[in-house]
């Protein structure tokens, strides 16, 4: 099966979509114990930009329990358009200071184009009886100059995020429950050689159905020892 005509159609399908909905569901792990889940169900209209959902949270982080339930009912294409002049001004300013309208981006670009390339190639597809087409994609298989690439850019992630941590603690504490969101992803971002695989179920009408990603690592803890954390992310779509 030609992976890049797959993947042209899934997108020219998903992009004449006028509402998508489904659920999304999460969880993670520490030594076995759940620290973190949520079980969320959402419509959006993708012409109006109205988004309805209900979420589900739970959070056991250190002993501490937090349950959030709420709906939301909002049109999100007012804000984007309000927010697009500021966010093309600052896209610019930035660009325009780390000198990427110099050449710098085109360079950039192609390192980007060439890592996806990659990453195609190494993508699995399985033709079902059905006639949908499962994609998988596992970390551990995929060649070594994309897994550095991987690591790379995870370790990179890694201190963005610590950065962000640090500066919206007080925030944070504030707000409980995004308190443990916060201690939840530093738990995930923390593993040490994660094994991260992605799973994609594609129907015959070249529809997207569900996405499956999964990470599983080693995480040492303040005094050295070694924790199994996993966490699991399921997107079921219905059409």
Do not use: Y
């Amino acid at each position: 099966m030609n992976k890049i005509k797959l993947m042209h159609d899934v997108i020219k399908t998903m992009k004449d979509k006028e509402v998508i909905k489904g659920t999304f569901k999460a969880e993670g792990r520490k030594d076995q114990n759940a620290i973190f889940g949520c079980n969320n169900e959402f419509e959006k209209n993708t012409v109006t930009g109205q988004i309805k959902a209900k979420i589900n949270v739970e959070f056991d982080c250190d002993g501490n329990k937090v349950k959030h339930e709420s709906t939301i009912d909002i049109n999100t294409k007012k804000c984007h358009e309000h927010a697009h002049h500021n966010h093309d001004f600052m896209k610019h300013m930035h660009e325009h200071h780390h000198g990427r309208e110099f050449g710098g981006g085109f360079k950039e670009k192609l390192n980007k184009l060439a890592f996806a390339l990659n990453i195609l190639n190494s993508i699995k597809v399985d033709e079902q009886q059905d006639k949908s087409v499962l994609l998988s994609l596992s970390l551990n298989e995929i060649p070594e100059e994309i897994k550095q690439a991987f690591k790379q850019r995870h370790e990179a992630m890694c201190q963005q995020r610590e950065g962000m941590f640090q500066q919206r603690e007080g925030m944070f504490q504030q707000r409980e429950g995004m308190h443990q969101h916060h201690a939840f992803m530093k738990e995930l971002h923390s593993i040490a050689e994660p094994n991260i695989e992605l799973n994609v179920r594609i129907s015959k009408n070249s529809e997207i159905e569900s996405i499956v990603l999964s990470i599983n690592g080693k995480q040492n803890g303040e005094n050295s020892e070694a924790h199994d954390v996993n966490g699991r992310a399921e997107l079921n779509l219905a059409w």
